[in-house]
């Protein structure tokens, strides 16, 4: 069994920064890919960031890309959502998810394996 623990998350106010981690334990795979997803009050998950097993090969949504950064420590099994430039608009829960196919996907069901979710709450 995989779990997957998301922290980090909090109320910061606009053009501010969070960092989100996310720790997997229990069941591993190498080569695996990991991403981060959101679902804001009222609308569907949506595609935040994906960053393959080396790290080499990552990948944004249009509405993040330039402020956030996502990264991994696999010898810490920990992926990292490093958020800048905050927007109200980035207000959601914020939830990392496991690929075991080496690929960026943005399709929230090629992801087997899903965290608890973390706030992330905007204010303007």
């Known amino acids: 069994q995989v779990q997957l623990v998301e922290s980090g998350g909090g109320l910061v106010q606009a053009g501010g920064s969070l960092r989100l981690s996310c720790a997997v334990s229990?069941?591993?795979?190498?080569?695996?890919?990991m991403g981060w997803f959101r679902q804001a009050p009222g609308k569907e998950r949506e595609f935040v960031a994906a960053?393959?097993?080396?790290?080499?090969?990552?990948r944004y949504a249009d509405s993040v890309k330039g402020r956030f950064t996502i990264s991994r420590d696999n010898a810490k099994n920990t992926v990292y959502l490093q958020m800048n430039s905050l927007k109200p608009e980035d207000t959601a829960v914020y939830y990392c998810?496991?690929?075991?196919?080496?690929?960026?996907?943005?399709?929230?069901?090629?992801?087997?394996?899903w965290g608890q979710g973390t706030q992330v709450t905007v204010s303007s």
């Open positions: 960053i393959s097993w080396s790290g080499g090969g990552t």
């Open positions: 229990g069941r591993t795979f190498s080569g695996y890919t």
């Open positions: 998810a496991v690929d075991i196919r080496p690929r960026l996907s943005h399709d929230a069901q090629g992801y087997g394996y």
